[in-house]
């Protein structure tokens, strides 16, 4: 019987998150509580990299980790964002979430429709003459930068900032029926916060196919893998699962 499950995601701000209707549904607890946390780079770090922010016309993000890291950073070097840098998101949410720290009207924004990272490539290519920076974490491939050499466009890369394990303390409760992950670094985090880790009856679900085989390579059975063609979203596969395991399906 599943009654508590650990989603390691933090806990959504709205309270039409479906992860609350599967909770009231089925009558279970789910708690939320990230393996992995950002953490930004330290100035020296970035000037490691020898890379000048102002050398470039236009910054691309691909998360709102980028947009939070990036500005925090121009701060606390004293780097100040010329009013027409240009902004190319991966989606428009991503591109809203600039206006926590610009006026978004004075900026010129541009996003891609889909969420898939190369989608914005025709729209960078339309603006060819621009100078391209892309904040990334330490945990990027070079895909994008690839891709973007692939067009003959102007770019420079430099991490901004790191995935570190959100280490559990000594006396936390680690009690779950079912344990969800999002990403390897969760599945790393699992291993170090508890080495010589035993799944017993402890159901796993993983969201995406690198973090599944990162299970599988940890040596941990994998229970519900999604996306899926029944069920495209985590919590679609989560609410079935549970439903059929406890035997309470409608």
């Not at 998360?63 to 240009?86: G, Y």
């Not at 699992?190 to 010589?196: A, H, I, R, V, W």
């Not at 029944?230 to 609410?239: D, E, K, R, V």
Request: aromatic share 12%.
């Amino acid at each position: 019987m599943i009654k508590k499950i650990l989603v390691s995601q933090p806990k959504p701000t709205s309270e039409k998150s479906p992860y609350f209707d599967i909770a009231r549904k089925l009558d279970v607890e789910i708690v939320f509580r990230p393996f992995i946390k950002i953490e930004a780079l330290t100035p020296v770090e970035f000037r490691q990299q020898k890379v000048s922010i102002l050398d470039h016309t236009a910054v691309v993000f691909t998360s709102r980790n980028a947009i939070d890291n990036f500005f925090k950073l121009c701060k606390e070097m004293r780097v100040a964002i010329p009013d027409d840098m240009k902004y190319f998101c991966i989606t428009e949410t991503v591109s809203l979430y600039i206006q926590k720290y610009v006026q978004y009207r004075k900026r010129k924004v541009f996003f891609g429709t889909t969420g898939k990272i190369d989608d914005i490539i025709p729209l960078m290519v339309k603006h060819k003459n621009e100078k391209y920076f892309v904040p990334q974490s330490d945990q990027h491939t070079d895909d994008f930068a690839n891709m973007l050499d692939a067009k003959k466009l102007n770019h420079s890369e430099a991490v901004m900032f790191r995935t570190v394990s959100n280490d559990f303390a000594k006396d936390e409760p680690f009690d779950y029926d079912m344990l969800i992950f999002f990403s390897p670094s969760g599945i790393s985090s699992l291993m170090k916060n508890f080495p010589g880790y035993q799944q017993g009856d402890t159901a796993i679900g993983t969201f995406g196919p690198t973090t599944a085989k990162a299970a599988k390579d940890a040596g941990l059975r994998v229970d519900l893998e999604a996306p899926s063609p029944q069920f495209p979203s985590i919590t679609a596969a989560l609410q079935d699962y549970v439903a059929r395991h406890n035997g309470t399906e409608d």
